[in-house]
């Protein structure tokens, strides 16, 4: 391709930023592009905007939807046209025809939940299904576990809009396409070749590599699916919807091995059975070593000794039909141990196991990395056992291992693998077992991809599928569209290598840096970074990471986009460590990652260790200094009589808060934060105190002990009432955390352990320390061992104790004694106590107390300790309090409980209301029961 002369001026919505550029570097596969530029277009006149301008520059054009390939099919060095954020509109469901008119950004959640509207909903439903685009699953044939009973992608496309290299749009129909040359050009294709299509496609559903050439015969829009983005960008869809059966049930069957699991998967296809999905025993293993996780799959059956599952789901017209084909399924399949579920919360249990897996996966038991890339093969379902086994054995052979789920009723299996990037003897393994693996798959009459695309993973290994003459035939097909090869070069035709710009190459460790904290992945923030494989977890709307994507929908302030800048940072090429910290400048540092992610990616942690980096033996942001250092300040300044109520004065007068905001790097849109008139320590030292009980010691955070004692000074009495005594350290001791989020890692941890060694007494008599703040006792009992290797603190992590877990036992024994409480709750939980702590203890205590809880959904309430406060973020952080937590304060009658200071300070500056703490409402209940 020539370019042409460069006249078109620069299309809406273009971004050519580094950090821009960073985050789109790759997808969910191994690789890496980085693009020259990405665009968000809104209209198709943007996507033909963007098409002429990128040719001129002789730029490649991919597009782009969710980023879930694990293929590599959707990342470039050209042009990325990201649909996801803005075009991304459901034009028209029509309920009778059963159809649904789309632009291709649509997320698959996002259609069923308007289509369920009508009874109706869409079939594919890969494990990404609440962040995937169904522009993208069509783009590479997507199915999910429903395929038994819906089947692909392709099978539920009713017609595709193409925009072509010259801006043109076609519309490619059952009958054909709007374009006379090209419907001629794709007709006489099939004619001439009808007997080598048929000899070597559509063999059996899950055959998704290569062009489905075998759909130009009964439907040629189909043959668009699965082109992956090679023959034009698609601007908008027409797709089917189904109906859902009346009632369903689920029934899980456990077996020796995965191998059994596989053989007794094709006898489970039977009428009514929607879906039939497989895993093995090491996958629980691997969840298991998640935080929170340790327990997981209790629930199924055969427990720890089973070695494979399967999971059934069927369907009727009446819930005794559907359990009569589900007792039906066990009994063709013959396996050791089997439960029909129906309740939706536990079914929905369930099904987290299985949908987590293609995060969970990417760490093996024993914490080694694991990657795709031979993710995704697939064979008739009858040969599914014997070919699993000898990918094993093949696996065995080079050292490698794996943990295999999947689409067993259909013959699809995921694994990952535990690949070697970091060498060139590991990479020369990787080549020869795909080559290998290529090969085994199809002595099965097999499909180098189930459903995900070949991309750049597996494109060049076509060969040992097809024949010379079928993949002459594939560069045929994609010429009669795409005569310029512009879109997705490298994919299906032309193939890039498979280790061409691997993602986890030496390159990627040429910038240096030695972390401050003790990473579990060898001790290198480079290989936590790596962590994010990229399933986008992150870019869902339904959980509580991550808030700033959330709002924006930028896949920059994605985890997985953060992810992605880090790791070209670490090449000291294109980010520098500046450029990384300014596009972590969103990142509240909620922690909601570090759980929620299914590889448990610790953005806020990383975030602290960039601002380290970045600011080190350098003059920071003021604002680090007075938030950072406002523990301190704040005791020091209690040691002054009178100075509190002084300050307090002052920031009354008219103009002078935001003054001291101005100077002091803050925002001056968000109210100050006032200092308690008294401190706890001094309140605690001109009180009568209990002088039996057993002793613990209560952790005086910064922000109970100087800025609001109310709920210090409840925790106290409440503690007392239920026969504790209680001691508040008289020296200044802090967890660190404020140091922490700001990157002055060196300080937090000076004051961490200074402040350990302040409470030695009481931990050498092992007392139980209760921690009224959440973020200081998640602090102390998760970052504190990574910030220090000092026994102490260590001993301190395992004694610090949240005030609800202390003080469960006893109100929950006493409540039998106390009449049950009227009154209902609106709980916000401090996003660290949600993400690391454990809030359901404090649940179970309301509920025991007779007390009506509801939770806030969203996560974060938006202020985020000293986020909010830093100048730029108010205005965001009270959208942020917008998205739930703000409107159902205004709403409810009851009771806002909220643990976390940030939580009270947000809600009372957003609402008005002021929240209070559980300490607070538990004292009220012990000193006026029947009120």
């Known amino acids: 391709m020539t370019p ?155 017609d595709v809009t193409l925009m072509l290299a010259d801006g043109r749009e076609v519309l490619i129909t059952e009958q054909g396409c709007s374009d006379p040359d090209l419907h001629h050009a794709l007709t006489a294709l099939q004619a001439e070749n009808a007997e080598l299509i048929a000899a070597e496609l559509g063999r059996f559903p899950r055959q998704v590599s290569g062009y489905g050439l075998h759909y130009l015969a009964s439907n040629m829009a189909q043959a668009v699916a699965g082109s992956e983005g090679t023959l034009g960008i698609i601007t908008r869809l027409t797709v089917r919807l189904v109906t859902q059966p009346a009632h369903t049930a689920l029934a899980v069957l456990s077996f020796d091995s995965v191998f059994d699991a596989a053989r007794a998967a094709v006898h489970a296809r039977l009428p009514g059975v929607g879906t039939i999905e497989g895993m093995g025993g090491d996958l629980l293993d691997a969840l298991r070593t998640r935080h929170g996780q340790e327990n997981a799959g209790r629930e199924l059956p055969g427990g720890t000794a089973a070695g494979g599952w399967l999971y059934c789901e069927t369907g009727g017209a009446t819930p005794e039909e559907a359990r009569a084909l589900a007792a039906d399924v066990i009994a063709r399949t013959s396996p050791t141990d089997a439960v029909i579920v129906e309740d939706p919360a536990r079914v929905r249990a369930l099904w987290s196991i299985r949908e987590a897996a293609a995060g969970l996966v990417t760490r093996l038991p024993d914490g080694s990395e694991a990657w795709p890339n031979w993710e995704d093969s697939a064979v008739p379902p009858e040969h599914l056992a014997d070919y699993l086994r ?51 798959v199809s002595s099965y009459g097999g499909s180098l991809s189930g459903e995900h695309g070949d991309g750049r993973a597996r494109s060049a290994l076509l060969g040992h599928m097809y024949s010379p003459a079928m993949r002459a035939l594939f560069e045929q097909f994609k010429l009669i569209f795409d005569a310029e090869r512009l879109f997705n070069p490298g994919v299906l035709v032309w193939a890039d290598p498979v280790t061409e710009g691997l993602r986890m190459d030496a390159g990627q460790r040429s910038l240096a840096i030695t972390p401050v904290h003790r990473f579990s992945d060898d001790g290198s923030l480079i290989n936590a970074v790596n962590r994010c494989v990229g399933v986008s977890a992150c870019r869902s709307m339904d959980n509580a990471m991550c808030p700033t994507f959330q709002l924006t929908g930028d896949e920059v302030h994605s985890t997985r986009g953060r992810a992605r800048i880090l790791s070209e940072m670490f090449r000291g090429e294109t980010v520098s460590v500046s450029d990384a910290a300014d596009a972590l400048d969103l990142c509240l540092s909620c922690k909601a990652c570090a759980s929620e992610c299914p590889v448990n990616v610790d ?32 005791h020091l300044l209690h040691r002054i009589p009178g100075l509190p109520r002084l300050l307090n004065t002052l920031l009354n007068l008219p103009g002078m808060s935001r003054l001291v905001a101005r100077m002091g790097g803050l925002d001056p849109a968000r109210p100050l934060i006032r200092f308690a008139p008294q401190s706890l320590r001094k309140w605690d030292a001109g009180r009568a105190r209990a002088r039996d009980g057993d002793t613990v010691v209560l952790w005086p955070d910064s922000f109970n002990a100087t800025l609001d004692t109310s709920p210090a000074r409840a925790a106290v009495e409440v503690l007392e009432r239920l026969g504790f005594q209680i001691i508040i350290p008289r020296e200044f001791v802090c967890c660190g955390l404020t140091w922490h989020s700001t990157g002055q890692l060196n300080t937090a941890r000076r004051v961490l352990e200074r402040s350990a060694r302040v409470l030695r007494p009481y931990l050498d008599q092992g007392l139980t320390v209760v921690g009224l703040e959440p973020s200081c006792t998640v602090m102390l009992s998760h970052e504190a061992t990574e910030l220090s290797a000092d026994p102490d603190v260590a001993r301190l992590a395992e004694l610090i104790t949240p005030f609800a877990e202390v003080v469960s036992p006893r109100l929950t024994e006493m409540s039998a004694t106390l009449p049950r409480s009227p009154l209902h709750v609106l709980t916000q939980v401090h996003c660290h106590e949600r993400s690391l702590g454990h809030p359901g203890i404090a649940r179970e205590l309301l509920d025991a107390l007779g007390i009506t809880e509801e939770q806030i959904s969203t996560g974060c309430c938006g202020l985020a300790g000293n986020w909010g406060f830093e100048d730029g973020h108010a205005d965001m952080s009270y959208q942020l309090g917008e998205r739930e937590l703000f409107p159902r304060v205004r709403e409810t009658q009851g009771t806002v409980v909220a643990d976390g200071f940030s939580c009270r300070t947000q809600i009372e500056q957003g609402t008005d209301t002021r929240a209070r703490h559980i300490a607070e409402v538990l004292r009220d209940i012990l000193a006026d029961p029947a009120s």
């Open 603 to 634: 953005m806020a942690t990383h975030k602290a260790e960039v601002l380290h980096h970045r600011y080190q033996g350098r003059l920071r942001p003021r604002s680090h200094y007075v938030m950072g250092w406002l523990p301190l300040a704040g």
């Open 4 to 158: 042409p002369s460069r006249t078109t001026s620069v299309p809406r919505n273009l971004r050519t930023d580094m950090p821009t550029r960073a985050a789109y570097s790759s997808d969910a596969s191994i690789y890496r592009r980085v693009p020259a530029a990405v665009q968000e277009p809104r209209t198709v006149d943007d996507i033909r905007d963007a098409l002429a301008f990128a040719r001129e520059r002789g730029w490649p054009v991919v597009a782009r939807g969710g980023g879930s390939s694990v293929a590599g099919n959707a990342i470039g060095d050209g042009l990325i046209i990201d649909t996801s954020r803005h075009f991304n509109r459901i034009i028209s469901i029509d309920p009778a025809a059963r159809t649904a008119v789309i632009e291709p950004g649509v997320v698959c959640d996002q259609l069923r939940a308007a289509a369920a509207l009508h009874g109706l909903t869409y079939g594919p439903d890969p494990s990404t299904h609440s962040r995937c685009t169904v522009g993208g699953m069509v783009a590479n044939n997507a199915c999910g576990s429903h395929s038994v009973a819906y089947g692909t992608a392709a099978d539920n496309l009713v």
């Open 390 to 440: 000898d990918l094993y054995a093949l696996m065995a052979r080079h050292g490698l291992r794996g943990i295999p789920f999947g689409h067993f009723g259909e013959g699809c299996v995921h694994v990952r693998i535990s690949f070697d990037f970091a060498t060139q003897k590991g990479v020369a393994t990787f080549h020869r077992f795909m080559e290998e693996a290529a090969t085994l």
